[in-house]
């Protein structure tokens, strides 16, 4: 997706393993710099690449298991991915302050909504009140579409708490770009704290505890904030849906600090953006907030509190690039690409990264 006037993406080649396979560390993945010029580093080199008093802005939310083995009436077997809980009514309005000590996960809702694939595809042809069984006699009925869109929303009926469920029962997310299936380790950050996800939020999966520990050492600082991400096939060509998320008063405050003192807000990834970006206002000051946020970054809602991101490359028609065009513009983004496809950059979880500046 790109607007008016700004030249195609360039499809990348895909990841579909993990850099430790191909002999790389977490950190020894690729990342193109795109400031005023281009430059070509590795993603251990972050430390070198920004300055004191830069923050970043991390998403701790942890992956689950969403993905779970399903039969339909006829017999068949599909997978049920798990995307969120059933938004509230409040979805647009976030609160005005960070819940403290409170889950973002409802893990006592029995509604989730869902996306059933067959074979690494979307499966078109369910209908409302079609029951689907799942492992260890629990099911999953479907009540409606989500939103008018090809989700559903879904009641569970599991016969246990649904975290311990997925523990037993629930495998990653896979989708056709990997090699195989990964264990669940794969898809997690090393700073996830609060499991929610039902993707990693993977432009974090670089760091590593060294990395951080490197990163203060030398003056810049990391913030937590959380968003709890939905199904990731939502990104191609279709705006995000309303998603949860969480940004405590003391990340607020550092941000602040960070633009009083003179330095950069960098987002790891677009979770953080859209998370921090719910709870910046008009004025342009980023104060606590919590609840369910559906915003969408665009021409009409443009950024307000950020001056960069850490991001993956992303399939040309994904939602998420009309939000990196708000961050260093629709040319900066093209010549990004144009450079990171000659040199051989690789896209999705387990690809390379970019720093994206404004």
Same mark, same amino acid.
């Not at 972050?46 to 339909?72: E, F, I, K, W």
């Not at 849906?241 to 950069?264: D, M």
């Not at 939602?319 to 040319?331: A, T």
């Given at each position: ?28 993945? +690729? ?16 430390? /070198?690449? #920004? ?9 701790? /939310?942890?992956?689950?298991?969403? %993905? ?20 509230? %009514? ?18 006592? =809702?029995? +509604?989730?909504?869902?996306? !059933? ?6 499966? @078109?042809? &369910? ?12 099911? &999953? ?20 708490? #649904? ?33 929610? /996800? ?13 990395? !951080? ?53 960098? &987002? ?5 953006? +859209? ?5 910046? =206002? ?21 950024? @307000?509190?950020?001056?960069?991101? !850490? ?7 994904? /939602? ?15 010549? %990004? ?13 387990? =690809? ?5 500046? +404004?």
């Amino acid at each position: 997706m790109t607007t008016a006037g700004a030249a195609p993406l360039i499809e990348l080649p895909e990841a579909g393993a993990p850099p430790e396979t191909r002999g790389l560390t977490r950190d020894g993945v +690729r990342l193109l710099v795109a400031g005023d010029e281009l430059a070509h580093a590795r993603f251990r080199d972050l430390p /070198s690449l #920004l300055a004191p008093g830069d923050l970043l802005v991390v998403n701790t /939310s942890r992956t689950l298991p969403a %993905a779970l083995s399903a039969r339909r009436p006829a017999g068949d077997v599909v997978d049920l991915h798990l995307s969120t809980p059933v938004p509230t %009514a409040a979805a647009d309005a976030p609160s005005p302050r960070a819940s403290r000590g409170r889950s973002l996960l409802d893990t006592d =809702g029995d +509604r989730w909504v869902v996306e !059933i694939r067959r074979a690494g595809a979307r499966v @078109r042809y &369910a209908r409302a009140g079609e029951r689907l069984s799942l492992p260890d006699g629990a099911s &999953a009925e479907l009540l409606a579409p989500h939103l008018g869109s090809r989700l559903w929303v879904a009641r569970l009926d599991l016969g246990e708490p #649904l975290l311990g469920y997925l523990e037993r029962h629930g495998r990653a997310i896979r989708y056709a770009h990997t090699e195989r299936e990964w264990p669940l380790d794969a898809y997690q950050n090393v700073y996830a704290t609060e499991p929610g /996800s039902a993707e990693m939020p993977s432009a974090g999966r670089p760091f590593t505890h060294e990395l !951080i520990v490197r990163l203060m050492a030398s003056g810049v600082d990391v913030a937590p904030l959380l968003l709890h991400t939905g199904v990731s096939s939502l990104e191609r060509g279709e705006a995000p849906y309303p998603e949860r998320f969480g940004v405590p008063e003391w990340t607020a405050e550092r941000v602040g600090l960070a633009r009083r003192l003179g330095g950069r807000v960098i &987002a790891v990834g677009t979770t953080v953006v +859209r998370a921090l970006e719910s709870a910046t =206002g008009e004025d342009g000051v980023t104060r606590a907030a919590s609840g369910w946020t559906g915003l969408v970054i665009g021409p009409e809602r443009p950024i @307000r509190a950020l001056d960069g991101v !850490i991001t993956g490359f992303h399939d040309a028609d994904s /939602s998420h690039l009309m939000l990196l065009e708000q961050v260093g513009g629709p040319k900066r983004l093209a010549g %990004a690409y144009r450079a990171a496809a000659e040199a051989g950059y690789l896209r999705h979880e387990f =690809g390379d990264l970019l720093l994206l500046l +404004r």
